[in-house]
């Protein structure tokens, strides 16, 4: 029984009953071990939930990580909408990994309540926001925009996509189709902000 195996069992029963209602128990249970043989692999039902999110992510991005993205060839010979649109539409699709969407249903549902959900929601939020101002840093050194603050900028960015793909899942959950077009809306009115003549000729 190795590592993975047990993370993705713990995954399948927290989508049946959620995280706070399973135990160390009924993991080693359902994957065939002794207890004392899931303690040897993992100290906590929460040390399995942190290392599921780590191991998952990396999955679902090819076993690439994020340290070693190459940000300069990324943006080359794009504007800066088309990187844009790129970066969010690859983490969308990493996102909407089989394995990935399940693992953030869990943890979105309980995030107001289970502080290791919340956590990862916040280190989620923190990786966003640290790879939007790697890839800002590789935009101002192609030339292709201008930030006065390239931190604030990536901040600004990264939060306002977060709150528009929470916007897109809550709404494709609810079949309202309210969502359709922010995000692009958003995307052009930070181009004309930030790559604007008056921005790229600096």
Not at 11 to 31: D, F, N, P, T, V
Not at 67 to 92: A, C, H, P, R
Not at 117 to 144: C, H
Not at 164 to 190: T, W
Request: one cysteine or more.
């Amino acid at each position: 029984m190795n590592k993975e195996k047990i993370i993705m069992v713990t995954l399948e029963l927290a989508c049946e009953h959620g995280l706070r209602s399973i135990s160390m128990s009924q993991i080693a249970e359902k994957a065939g071990i002794k207890k004392s043989s899931l303690y040897s692999h993992f100290s906590s039902k929460e040390e399995i939930i942190s290392e599921m999110y780590a191991f998952l992510r990396k999955q679902a991005n090819h076993n690439r990580e994020i340290g070693q993205f190459d940000y300069g060839s990324f943006v080359e010979g794009k504007n800066l909408k088309q990187i844009l649109m790129d970066t969010v539409l690859s983490y969308e699709k990493m996102n909407q990994n089989p394995r990935m969407e399940m693992f953030y249903k869990v943890i979105i549902s309980e995030k107001t309540l289970n502080p290791v959900a919340a956590e990862i929601m916040v280190a989620e939020t923190n990786t966003m926001i640290w790879a939007t101002k790697q890839l800002f840093y590789a935009v101002m050194a192609k030339r292709v925009a201008y930030f006065e603050n390239i931190d604030s900028a990536a901040i600004s960015f990264a939060m306002g996509v977060h709150a528009i793909l929470d916007f897109r899942m809550d709404d494709g959950m609810a079949g309202s189709h309210q969502s359709k077009g922010i995000l692009e809306q958003y995307i052009d009115e930070f181009c004309r902000v930030y790559a604007g003549e008056t921005h790229t000729d600096r």
